[in-house]
């Protein structure tokens, strides 16, 4: 039905689609329902059991699906132009189709059936068929139509088993299956034509189409029906009256509700009324009107699309508005998020390019002026008066506004996206104008949305170049502290040595070992300094040679035993493997792990306790270095980012970066590393390949 099917759009494209009012609408119709269960029964949408419950087909799939399954069958419906379907009444076929839906609801309900809605829908789609055998065979069929023959007796059935070898029951059952629908639904549909003395046997849904059929052609007093029902369901003549209440006015409120034509004199499913057929065209030019709007709208919602800037957006759709809607006066109003007030924009084209310089006013201001409540409720508003109401009363901010449009009247259009209004589009419209486009906003509406998402995408790309700018800033400062961090231990060794060989100077003592020592700190001072070449590349790559893994540690320690002199009673100790212990790394990177990781423990221990070093090999030939040392301990709840640069224990100025560069020191040479501790003792154990 065009009716239901304009209702349909215009529902989908409302700002806040409620899916519980379009499965309302959905379930009105024979052919928009079978065509919605097609698709969420299809093995595209791979639903995991089938779906006969509209209103669940509908949540499933989403307002999006929806919106374009209305656009699909409307465009297929302007194309066909089967407004009528010729010699099909299409107007008795949807008021039957709802007839028998509503009888068959009520029948269930009366005999106990669960499924009401699984009812609802076979009553429904019962005479589907007919729809599928007319667009097959529309010449061969129409001969059949003409003789006017009733349906309910099953004739109509035998004369098409005979013509085509098919009937539309069997039609009607087939389609359902090549749609996966449940097969209790297609029996029903199958069967509903069927004998009584066999209808008798079938399974309840069948029984409940059955006779919903028979009473949509009979009335309560009809001794056909009342048999019928007494031998199906055992109902008794008053409750077969009571089947029947509510029916009629419940089909005659929504025909009055979608603009249907209910059709007095037909008999049958194929009889004309001029009526019905003028009331056909006059929707089906609505239909066509939506279809060729939202046509049109996609070359212009395609170049939204590729606008860059607020400017850009305005521009194009202040064109859109000139080429689609024929209307010059229009305002973009953009909300300021720091002020909160709307600020005009135009483009340089606009014939109020002057005027509108550096118009804005607060919507909080202004709430009762017809920008502000529509601002505030997220609705389209405007100031006409619409059937059988006068004109909205208009503040003096909407007369100012008037005045600078030039129109009689205007309408205000939220720009919202994901809920949040980002501006109004203010259009000057005569009074002719908007009595062509009263009740038809759809394109206003996707125009002003779309344009909200423009400046949403425009607003984020602001907000990720702020983001990046910063996380460079900050990637920046933390190669700068990791610098400063390694510099920082060579330069405290220096300082030290430098004070033992002024006092062993002065004693006149042999200094040729500190000076040695000052000399590789010097180099590694030296390699650390190059990193500043380029903070973005690592340093310089992986030397490997043979090391003597004892040799190294030894030494390494030694510099901290006299470092350590000044700090305090500081025990340091060395457990090594019993065996000459040499591997093949890079000297550096195993140097600068060590010094991290017995500069932490000397932090630790803060001037009073014991670091050992441990040696071994593990049975895969691995070789494990441990440096344990006596103070408190790590907080169980840094484990997880201890080793990621920022999370430090020390307090103070330390930026958290030693065990990142550890860890990442380790991973460069094939290694890992680990950690476990407890109150007075902590251990670090480096494994590295053999």
Sequence with gaps: MPQILVQLIDQCHEAEIDLHDIAHIIDKDAAISAKLLQLVNSAFIGARRPFINLEQAVVYLGGDAI????????????????????????????????????????????????????????????????????MAFPGKYAPLLLKGIRCHNGRLAFLEEEKFQINHCSAGAWLCEQWNLPPLLADAIRYHHHPLDQVEQALPLTRIACLADLLSHGSAGDQVCLDAAERLFSLSGDQVAELYQGVDEQVEELADQFGIHIPRSAKSSHDQEPASQETHRETSIGLISRTREIAQMSGLLDNLSRTEDTAQMVAVVEQGLRILFNEEACLVMILDRNSGELRAMVSPNNRLARTMEGLAFSPQRYAHSLPGKAAHTGQLLHSFGTKGESKPAL??????????????????????????????LLIGLSAKTFGHFNGQWTSFRLLANHAAICMYMERARAIQTERVAAERMQAATMAARKIAHE????????????????????????????????????ERLGRITLGLENLAQEQDEIRPEPLDIHRLIEETLRLFQLAAVAKGHIDFSYAPWPQPLSIVTDRHCLSQILQNLLGNAVDAVDGQGQIVVRTAVENNGSVLISVMDSGPGIDPGIDATLFMAGTSTKGGNHGGLGLAIVRKLANRLGGAISHRSQPGQTVFTLALPA
Excluded at 492 to 518: C, F, W
């Design 67 to 134: 919106r374009n399954l209305a656009i699909s069958l409307s465009v297929q419906q302007v194309f066909r132009r089967v407004e009528s379907n010729g010699l099909l009444s299409v107007d008795r076929f949807w008021h039957h189709s709802l007839v028998n839906a509503l009888l068959a609801r009520n029948i269930a309900v009366a005999t106990g059936y669960p499924e009401t809605s699984e009812a609802y829908l076979a009553g429904l789609l019962h005479d589907i068929g007919k729809l599928l055998l007319w």
């Design 395 to 424: 503040s003096l901010l909407d007369t100012q506004l008037l005045h600078l449009l030039g129109t009689e009247g205007m309408v205000a259009i939220p720009m919202v996206y994901r809920q949040e209004t980002l501006g109004l």
């Design 487 to 522: 510099i920082n231990n060579p330069l405290a060794t220096m300082r030290n040595y430098l004070h033992i060989l002024s006092r062993k100077s002065a004693q006149g003592e042999p200094v040729g070992d500190e000076l040695a020592i000052l000399d590789n700190e010097l």
